[in-house]
């Protein structure tokens, strides 16, 4: 077929003109003879690349100076394993808040290193909402606090920075960073996998104070080390250059396309159009998360009867709409609308969604 | 310019037909409607692509089944800090054989946790020949013994696989993997960075003795641990599709092509030229590696004239000859001549050698 709206929630759909741009430049990158996957990381052509990426990243963020930003191969889930060995001194306290699926892994990669603290969770209620600030069971001494901005699978996201005083604050922002404004200044560390809206898979970000740079941590080895990453600049062995340079085209074109602003303002009508949809259906299509923490970037719905699953589906990729189907975990549908996903194309999806409900409601 | 012939060490060149396939994909695989980059690792587009890539690199290098196949981020020098966090006790002795810059760079990721004994070390000899078996001082209960296939930067390389009893040998071979045929039963562990032989960087492969797995190791992150990998089909978290596509394209390419025994056979010609090349100049170009272990992959040389080096890089870049310039560790030039350099590109750099020195001899 011809290209579809794609609603995978990661990898994710990326901008057409980025890919088209990445097709075109596949076997001769700017004149030099090679693609840019064929160059040496420390060349002059890739360096330049690479310094691109991290000054489009730093004006689509607002990254103030004293934030190192440093591009990572491992994704997400060993950006989790490495804050205690880089932050937190053998057995020091820290502190989880948990919220979804993606907050349990992020707690796994580190108990047997650290005192980990649950100090909210999400998983009682199914979660389905995020236990409010005032119950949070914070540790005094803690080397940091651990969120989940967004829950991919859960649909879970927070629509504000949690307060936790000077405890540095850490967020997994794999699945919602520069999808709106972010005031980067409340943060000990940022980190996400590129896979959702900064670029393909392959490839982590990593926004961190440089004072906690200084930390000892805990005995590692020299490449799960920030410090020597960033010394290194994020070449301390064969970075993933292919990933690092699809990235940087998708910063290229979200500040052209007018940069978090727009985004924002684009996801904010995205998800509105979707949850009405769903809202309206008079429980034809259902969606659990409180109407406070419901997440813009990925909307997991039901539909009343689980026989329509097949059906749906199967109609939505007649119709140019796929990966609609929800994570195994939690079962039914999931859109994922990252900011590489056109707002036609969620209109394509609420109008699909409409019409399959008076063919099948 | 058109396509150059591109000596770079890594990432190096790829198959040109392969970059065509992967350009021609690029927005729509195979009829689905998206890029491969775009789907999700767990659909059934990239479980074929995967299930793919390993059987076919299991039919390139006849892996037995009694060894695991990993696809990994992070490259060979996280599979270096891996080891001995899999495969040794805390403080467990280690042997390392150290033969260049990478053996060196392998036995800085382990130091802090295990008994690193350097068994035979290189560097008093400038790296240019490796120090005899019977000259190695292992330890006797040792977890696993490691080395380096063939050194990148100084183009040394084993031409037999050591023995060193039943401690389980772990070799690097991120550098000449596929280059020949390998008795993979000799070894615990193989492990290599795509970005040379392989494809692109930013996936590595770990080819593991089954029954090594079962070792306790020492306390470690889920996503640092092989068992995890293995249980997850190498999908324990969001692994680097793009990479292992354009990886298994590569492995194709490679059988068609006839496999490896057509590839060693290839890459005795490249570099019997060009060593014959150098070793003809009379001292124009010098070589200093002991012919017995000089590298078929990597070939570092020297102009009699460090003044000739600028000339010498510029007037190949003219000749469509690109990346030959040295590592900085070295000085000098390197041509790497992996499995996906042409002949035809030997033979035109052997041709520019000749008429460079007729020029400037």
């Known amino acids: 077929m011809s290209r579809a709206f794609n609603f995978s929630?990661?990898?994710?759909?990326?901008?057409?003109?980025?890919?088209?741009?990445?097709?075109?430049?596949?076997?001769?990158?700017?004149?030099?003879?090679?693609?840019?996957?064929?160059?040496?990381?420390?060349?002059?052509?890739?360096?330049?690349?690479?310094?691109?990426?991290?000054?489009?990243?730093?004006?689509?963020?607002?990254?103030?100076d004293d934030y190192a930003v440093l591009f990572l191969q491992g994704g997400a889930t060993t950006a989790q394993a490495l804050l205690p060995l880089n932050f937190a001194a053998p057995g020091q306290a820290v502190d989880y808040v948990v919220t979804g699926h993606w907050g349990k892994t992020a707690l796994k990669q580190v108990k047997h290193c650290v005192a980990a603290n649950v100090a909210a969770n999400g998983e009682p209620g199914g979660y389905r909402d995020i236990p409010a600030r005032d119950t949070w069971q914070l540790s005094s001494d803690a080397a940091y606090v651990h969120y989940t901005a967004n829950e991919t699978i859960h649909g879970v996201e927070f629509r504000d920075i949690p307060d936790v005083g000077d405890v540095p604050l850490v967020g997994d922002f794999s699945s919602s960073i520069v999808s709106e404004p972010l005031d980067v200044s409340k943060f000990g560390v940022i980190y996400a996998g590129a896979q959702k809206n900064l670029?393909?898979?392959?490839v982590s970000v990593v926004?961190?104070?440089?004072?906690?740079?200084?930390?000892?941590?805990?005995?590692?080895?020299?490449?799960?080390?920030?410090?020597?990453?960033?010394?290194?600049?994020?070449?301390?062995?064969?970075?993933?250059?292919?990933?690092?340079?699809?990235?940087?085209?998708?910063?290229?074109?979200?500040?052209?396309?007018?940069?978090?602003?727009?985004?924002?303002?684009?996801?904010?009508?995205?998800?509105?159009?979707?949850?009405?949809?769903?809202?309206?259906?008079?429980?034809?299509?259902?969606?659990?998360?409180?109407?406070?923490?419901?997440?813009r970037m990925n909307v997991p719905f039901f539909l009343h009867d689980e026989a329509l699953d097949k059906p749906f589906l199967a109609q939505a990729q007649e119709a140019g709409l796929i990966s609609l189907k929800g994570h195994r975990a939690l079962g039914g549908m999931r859109a994922s609308i990252y900011n590489a996903m056109p707002e036609e194309g969620v209109q394509a999806l609420a109008t699909f969604m409409r019409d399959f409900q008076q063919r099948h409601g």
Do not use: C
Request: net charge negative; no cysteine; glycine share 10%.
């Open 199 to 202: 670029g393909p898979v392959g």
């Open 9 to 64: 929630a990661g990898p994710a759909t990326l901008p057409e003109a980025v890919l088209r741009q990445a097709q075109a430049e596949m076997l001769d990158w700017h004149g030099v003879g090679a693609s840019i996957v064929e160059l040496s990381h420390r060349g002059p052509e890739f360096m330049q690349v690479a310094a691109e990426a991290e000054a489009d990243l730093r004006a689509l963020m607002s990254i103030p």
């Open 207 to 295: 926004i961190v104070r440089r004072d906690l740079l200084e930390r000892a941590g805990q005995p590692r080895a020299e490449i799960l080390d920030y410090r020597a990453h960033l010394k290194g600049e994020s070449m301390l062995n064969t970075p993933p250059t292919w990933n690092w340079y699809l990235a940087g085209l998708v910063f290229k074109w979200m500040l052209a396309e007018g940069g978090v602003t727009e985004f924002a303002a684009r996801n904010a009508r995205k998800s509105a159009l979707l949850y009405g949809v769903i809202d309206q259906s008079g429980g034809f299509y259902r969606n659990e998360v409180a109407a406070a923490v419901r997440s």
